[in-house]
């Protein structure tokens, strides 16, 4: 059995959402009867079903973060933004601080390279763009999500297959779109690599089970991958890596 809060500390946990992470602690922590609210940017329309409260949109910065935590009296912070969250992290390490409330940031390990991978590592998605043509890219497989797409349209030597869960908004000219949102599997994904001749993957270095399977598929097929590196994360925070270490985390706080 899980472990519970003592009956005198009035938990309420503010869930910074928007990956599978944070729609698991979001369940656990209803299961246990815990007051959670998850957090959304709102920038999928079609997000996952979770128990609890949950609100979209941004909070207004730093200060207005802070405001929310102070007038809706929240205890704990779990930070479970995607790894490619820039802004997020570092408002809400700046909120909590200011506010006294306890925070940690729930990050999931990155992709390491294997035996095998043809990897060229870049820092951003402009590089990924920069990088294409040096590498002889024609038929890529753009694996960003949907708002990352502008940067490439000055790549006018490439074919794109674009895959993201919400439309793109102007598609690229010379490209063919796909909605579909992960688990996905190695077979699901050969079957798109062999099907458009991919022979370049671009993805963002997210470390997530649910969408590693294209990165065995570019492996086995011997494709290039150009991979984005994360952004910084704010100094000073906790970091776990697993729902479960946050849970314990939790548990910690709620005792003191």
């Not at 306890?102 to 992709?111: A, K, M, Q, T």
């Not at 990924?128 to 708002?147: E, I, S, Y």
Request: glycine residues 8%; charged residues 25%.
């Amino acid at each position: 059995m899980p472990p519970v809060y003592p009956p005198s500390v009035a938990a309420k946990v503010l869930v910074l959402a928007g990956t599978t992470e944070a729609t698991e602690v979001a369940r656990r922590l209803h299961q246990r009867g815990v007051e959670v609210v998850s957090s959304l940017a709102g920038v999928t329309m079609a997000a996952v079903d979770r128990p609890g409260a949950v609100r979209s949109g941004g909070f207004g910065g730093v200060d207005g973060l802070a405001r929310f935590l102070v007038a809706e009296r929240v205890d704990a912070v779990i930070d479970a933004t995607h790894p490619f969250a820039s802004a997020m992290p570092f408002n809400t390490a700046a909120a909590a601080t200011r506010t006294a409330v306890p925070h940690i940031r729930l990050l999931r390990p990155p992709w390491s390279r294997r035996e095998g991978d043809r990897w060229i590592g870049v820092p951003g998605m402009e590089e990924a763009a920069a990088a294409l043509d040096p590498c002889g890219a024609k038929r890529v497989f753009l694996a960003t999500g949907r708002q990352q797409v502008d940067v490439f349209r000055r790549c006018t030597g490439q074919w794109f297959l674009v895959r993201s869960i919400e439309p793109v908004a102007e598609p690229l000219a010379r490209s063919v779109e796909i909605r579909d949102r992960g688990p996905f599997t190695v077979a699901g994904e050969r079957r798109l690599f062999v099907e458009h001749a991919i022979d370049t993957l671009v993805a963002k270095n997210a470390g997530a089970t649910a969408t590693a399977a294209k990165l065995d598929v570019a492996r086995e097929l011997g494709v290039t991958v150009v991979m984005v590196a994360r952004p910084p994360q704010p100094p000073g925070v906790k970091v776990v890596t697993t729902v479960d270490a946050a849970l314990q985390w939790l548990d910690r706080v709620a005792r003191r």
